[in-house]
């Protein structure tokens, strides 16, 4: 089992920056693969970013390539989403995801987080 807990949503003005965090808990060497989705009202779940341990590597949507960055802290066991240059397209509740190998397809990740919401107002 893994656990993860997101934080740091919250209401920004267009052109803002926010940092969301993602603590994992439990056999999180199981799943070496982290990413970030987001799920907007009327908008199927889209992939954000993703991270792999212990390489390193990064992955990230076409949407949010040279905004976002995805990164991670090995001792604390969390990942991170820095967002900046942010748009009110970017509205969504975004998640935090584990999975056993590098993928953007979201059914290939199989633990969730509970989920942060992210506002960007125009």
């Known amino acids: 089992q893994v656990q993860l807990v997101e934080s740091g949503g919250g209401l920004v003005q267009a052109g803002g920056s926010l940092r969301l965090s993602c603590a994992a808990s439990?056999?999180?060497?199981?799943?070496?693969?982290m990413g970030w989705f987001r799920h907007a009202p009327g908008k199927e779940r889209e992939f954000v970013a993703a991270?792999?341990?212990?390489?390193?590597?990064?992955y990230y949507a076409d949407s949010v390539k040279g905004r976002f960055t995805i990164s991670r802290d090995n001792a604390k066991n969390t990942i991170y989403l820095q967002m900046s240059s942010l748009k009110p397209e970017d509205t969504a509740v975004y998640y935090c995801a584990a999975a056993a190998s590098v993928t953007t397809f979201s059914w290939s990740y199989d633990y969730w987080g509970q989920g942060t919401q992210v506002t960007v107002s125009a």
């Open positions: 991270t792999t341990w212990p390489g390193g590597n990064t």
């Open positions: 439990g056999r999180t060497f199981s799943r070496p693969v």
